[in-house]
């Protein structure tokens, strides 16, 4: 069974940084396209940021040149940094790992940007 666990989250100012981690076990994370979605209160949950087993990555228009994905192969997790980060950021953010029909989700790690 493959397992997602996030951690990282937390309370940072305007334009403060936060890494949220996700640790995957029960499969290598390479196997899978690994993504970071966000939900903000009231609001549908969106995708932030994708990284595919050929290197590819992807980002939202609302964080590109702010946030980074990317893995470390070595602990089997990935990473997501945030840069300059925004009070709109603010979410539960969640770790994903799909490989239809395989779709895992960790149980989410809140970021609240705030002064």
């Known amino acids: 069974q493959v397992q997602l666990v996030e951690s990282g989250g937390g309370l940072v100012q305007p334009g403060g940084s936060l890494r949220l981690s996700c640790a995957v076990s029960g499969a290598n994370f390479r196997a899978y396209a690994m993504n970071w979605y966000r939900q903000a209160p009231g609001l549908q949950r969106e995708l932030v940021a994708s990284m595919f087993s050929g290197g590819y990555k992807n980002y939202a228009d609302s964080v590109k040149g702010r946030f980074t994905i990317s893995g470390d192969n070595a602990k089997n997790t990935v990473y997501l940094q945030m840069n300059n980060l925004k009070p709109e950021d603010t979410a539960v953010y969640y770790c994903?790992?799909?490989?239809?029909?395989?779709?895992?989700w960790g149980q989410g790690t809140q970021v609240t940007v705030s002064s």
């Open positions: 994903n790992a799909w490989n239809d029909p395989s779709n895992y």
